[in-house]
């Protein structure tokens, strides 16, 4: 390999199902990659958990296998990209976590957030934090694990008991958990703006939302910008490789605003979208915040570089995209595999009056709709299957539009990235829809990569993101076609569909 002279960055990704690791060089190109699932444990409806000990025993597996993929050499740095709001509580004394980490995807704190929001109301801490009060974020699971963890408050105000998301545990743990004599207990801005508890703009804890959830401030970690040198592995004390003794952890991001990272989607009107079984559309709305409750996205920390100002970003999540084109594959048996869905959309040139709002869990972003339910509208006698997966990559384009839409930012184009981000025809579709040139990138490691670009601009290989943007290889772009009338048309009849899923459930 010509890569093993020279220096590379090494990030973890620790997925909702996976932890990964993988080295790149010097110019974003990928060199070795190592992959671990780890168990989903569903113990009631709506429950999501994950044993943090095996996850950090996967991130330890994956990160060898790597090291010795490079002839033994140590990375120049680690930068780490992580499942968001999953929420940890452990003991710093014996590194042993005090229950299962409680997964984004868990709703088991509906029941809190209702009384919660009784009390101060779903945007009582919208200004202070960006985000409504939601199960999704992590301070009301971390509510749940106090009720339900016999003495934890006790331990946590007595510091026998550290809070942290899943970047944070694997920190901890890199730099010598219990055994370590310099472990750091730290997470970075962008994965604190998604717990609410952080002051989005004083860059620090809330002392308010501390109050209301009563979390002692003792239990938290330090807060750091994404492009920073957290700490520096304590090989011995962690469990791993001597060589890897020493090397700096210098960036932390969570999953999407990594991926928004990796795709240099770091200006102000930048925007990506991320197909996956659910989409998320993050557009950067600069140094400032917006804090607008009405227009249903989520106001987050995008990145921010050491000794700057931090970015921001409107976050909109859409809960079924590309798992619409599974259902399609396995509850309809439309085809083999979701590609063919390209093919069989391609049979026809319109969706034949059909439209698909898949609202199969309620709407998220922009919508918040949790009393919607799927609907097909417009069947005749005349629609066939390829009609009705016209609609469905339609239905993907159109809650992505909606989310740019609600944004109330006029976007110069949107970058895209995950599984779904493959099929021409749907990113085709989404440049007509939107109106926007759509652009993909060469590479689909976008989240690891951001992670990577922020380790190696916090350790000088590279300096600034003028340089990074260089690096980006651009993919596919995909033109929209100046057909206004089309689009019109088409964006009414999705908006006249869209009601129709509402007061279903
Ligand atoms: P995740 O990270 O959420 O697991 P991925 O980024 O791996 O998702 O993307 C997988 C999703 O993309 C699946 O829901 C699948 O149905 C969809 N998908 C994959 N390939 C295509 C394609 N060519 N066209 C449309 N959808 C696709």
């Not at 009390?119 to 694990?145: C, M, N, Q």
């Not at 409107?314 to 063919?340: C, H, K, M, P």
């Not at 009609?387 to 110069?412: F, K, N, P, T, Y």
């Amino acid at each position: 390999m010509t890569g093993n002279a020279q220096q590379y960055l090494l990030a973890i990704d620790q997925g909702t199902t996976s932890t990964r690791a993988i080295a790149f060089d010097a110019a974003g190109h990928t060199l070795a990659v190592a992959q671990r699932e780890h168990d989903q444990v569903f113990p009631e409806p709506g429950w999501v958990q994950q044993d943090a000990r095996q996850i950090w025993h996967n991130t330890c597996t994956v990160v060898g296998e790597v090291v010795e993929a490079m002839s033994g050499r140590p990375p120049a740095a680690i930068g780490i990209t992580n499942q968001r709001e999953t929420t940890l509580v452990w003991n710093p004394e014996t590194g042993e976590p005090l229950h299962d980490a409680i997964v984004w995807q868990d709703t088991r704190s509906q029941p809190l957030v209702d009384r919660i929001i009784d009390r101060i109301g779903v945007d009582g801490l919208r200004e202070i934090t960006g985000l409504p009060v939601h199960p999704y974020f992590s301070a009301t699971k971390l509510l749940w694990l106090f009720q339900h963890v016999r003495g934890l408050r006790e331990a946590a105000e007595a510091g026998h008991a550290l809070f942290g998301t899943m970047d944070t545990w694997v920190l901890w743990n890199l730099t010598g958990g219990a055994h370590g004599e310099s472990t750091v207990h730290a997470t970075d801005v962008t994965n604190a703006s998604r717990t609410l508890l952080f002051d989005a703009l004083d860059l620090d804890w809330s002392d308010d939302a501390l109050a209301g959830f009563d979390v002692p401030r003792r239990m938290l970690p330090e807060v750091h910008p994404s492009s920073h040198v957290f700490g520096s592995v304590d090989a011995a004390a962690a469990g791993l490789p001597p060589a890897l003794d020493g090397v700096p952890i210098a960036g932390i991001l969570g999953d999407q605003q990594a991926a928004a990272f990796g795709q240099t989607a770091t200006r102000p009107g930048d925007a990506k979208n991320t197909y996956g079984t659910g989409s998320f559309l993050l557009v950067n709305t600069g140094d400032e915040p917006v804090i607008d409750s009405a227009a249903g996205l989520l106001t987050t920390i995008a990145y921010q570089l050491d000794g700057q100002a931090p970015s921001y970003a409107l976050e909109g999540s859409i809960a079924v995209t590309g798992s619409l084109v599974q259902w399609l594959r396995d509850n309809l048996d439309f085809f083999d595999d979701a590609a063919d869905i390209e093919a069989l959309a391609k049979e026809v040139d319109d969706n034949g009056g059909v439209v698909i709002v898949p609202a199969f869990s309620g709407l998220f972003a922009p919508y918040w709709r949790p009393d919607a339910r799927g609907v097909i509208v417009g069947l005749t006698r005349y629609v066939t299957k390829a009609h009705i997966a016209r609609a469905a990559l339609e239905a993907i384009a159109h809650q992505s539009a909606d989310v740019v839409e609600a944004s109330g930012r006029e976007i110069s184009e949107l970058r895209v990235d995950g599984g779904a981000s493959t099929n021409d025809l749907l990113m085709q579709m989404q440049a007509d829809l939107l109106g926007v040139p759509v652009q993909r990138l060469t590479t689909f490691e976008t989240t690891a990569l951001g992670a990577a670009y922020a380790a190696g601009l916090a350790v000088g290989m590279w300096h600034d993101l003028d340089e990074l943007r260089e690096l980006t290889e651009l993919g596919r772009r995909f033109e929209p076609q100046p057909d206004e009338e089309i689009r019109t048309r088409m964006r009414a009849q999705w908006a006249d569909a869209l009601p129709r899923s509402y007061g279903l459930a």
